[in-house]
């Protein structure tokens, strides 16, 4: 469970740098993982994928526009999370997220 103390932290720097939070669907971040596999190359953790399902609904959105320079950061190794990647291969297997 976060501590509150690092919540208190992560609010202070979105207010501060005039930033938002959103929420994204598992399936979303599941996703996203195998789109980043597929597209970069990149094994990435599920918070790796919650930054891209993030990203998508900001610029669907249009609260980050087209042509935004934006990083996203891959916390983790997707190597930690087998049951992450059985839970997004399995979805792609029956079709669904395509």
């Known amino acids: 469970m976060p501590s509150p103390f690092a919540d208190t932290l992560i609010l202070r720097a979105i207010r501060e740098s ?3 939070a959103v929420a994204v669907a598992e399936e979303e971040l599941l ?3 195998l789109d980043l596999a ?3 190359g990149c094994v990435a953790c599920p918070e790796g994928g919650a ?3 993030a ?3 900001l610029l669907a959105s249009g609260e980050v526009s087209r042509d935004a320079r ?3 950061y891959n916390t983790g190794s ?3 999370y087998p049951e992450a990647w059985r839970a997004a291969l ?3 297997a029956v079709g669904v997220g395509d």
């Open 18 to 20: 005039r930033g938002t």
């Open 70 to 72: 934006v990083v996203l």
């Open 51 to 53: 930054t891209l399902a």
């Open 90 to 92: 399995a979805r792609r």
């Open 31 to 33: 996703d996203a993982m």
């Open 78 to 80: 997707g190597l930690q």
């Open 38 to 40: 597929e597209i970069e």
């Open 55 to 57: 990203l998508r609904q």
